[in-house]
């Protein structure tokens, strides 16, 4: 392997202003604000309202706050990866209009759909790109705006997700601190406990898929849940051991934000204490794909050179994985 490793060297993130909250959800769906607390972590979540707006409108002010930070100009940008479930449109790719709309007239760029494991599979992608020494400014954006594929009268998915979009710069490392392992996993025979059944080519959109409701998310939430308290806590563990990392060397969990009980679960699992996982859940609820990109944003200024972090997903597919990292720079001020 190559002495060029991939880091972060900044963060940029956007949520939109509203928050539907679990007293509002009381309004909409039989449920009630305990329920939704104790069986998820979850308060809140923030909307992207309007009209001819969708998740590339996450991405741009997220992305342009990398470019703030780092004094860049967006043509610098080689590279644009959108991990998303909720593209813009099926095609053109996302990343296609994000770069469009940011300027980034000199990237190229793709879509790259796993679910809620989407931001690990693209960071992991993104970091092979800088490795390979072919590209040095990558983009990897998880952008989300899966209120447009929730149906709000099923109680079962409508509590649970939120809109948002985090991203991250990647640029090539010789000190040894960036992306160091990753261990990424897929069983599609998940398929059928969390899925959004039409609207591809297998059953096209008809009259009649509209009316069943089958361009909103289904999930079959008790087995989702045995596989991703199982899965993600599994392949962190693994990661740990195939790293020789122990829980004392770890400062940050970066976990994926669908449930509270999960997150936990694989805390304890990694012997972690709470004080070092990063949890936002109660705020955002589970943005898919941005919910790490989210997390890594928001606590940026408590993250210290050196540190090891491991990022860890489970999702739809089923989809997921474990990254280690040591973070690249100081973010105080
Ligand atoms: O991010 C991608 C991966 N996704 C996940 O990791 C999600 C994994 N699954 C989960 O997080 C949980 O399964 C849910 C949060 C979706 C559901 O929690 P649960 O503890 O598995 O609840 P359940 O589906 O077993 O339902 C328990 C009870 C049922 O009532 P009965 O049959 O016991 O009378 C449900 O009908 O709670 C009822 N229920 C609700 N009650 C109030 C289900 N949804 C609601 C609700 N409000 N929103």
Redesign the pocket.
Known sequence: MSSVIAAITATGGYVPDYKLTNQELETM????DE??RT??GISERRILKGEGLGSSDMAVPAIQEILRKKNMDASEIDCIICATVTPDMVFPATANIIADKVGAVNAWGFDLQA??SGFLYALTTGAAFIESGRYKKVIVVGAEKMSAIIDYTD??TC??FGDGAGAVLLEPSNDGLGVLDSILRSDGSGRNY?NMKAGGSLKPATIETVTAKEHFVY?D??P??KF?VKGMADVSAELMEKNNLKSEDIAWLVP?Q??M??ITATADRMGLSMEKVMVNIQRYG?T?AATIPLCLWEWEKQLNKGDNLVLAA???GFTWGATWLKWAYDSKS
């Open positions: 769906v039989d449920t009630n329920w939704i069986r998820t679910a809620c109680r079962a509590i649970i969390l999930q939430g008790q989702v849940f991703a994926h669908a449930n009980r999960i589970n898919t489970f999702g739809g």
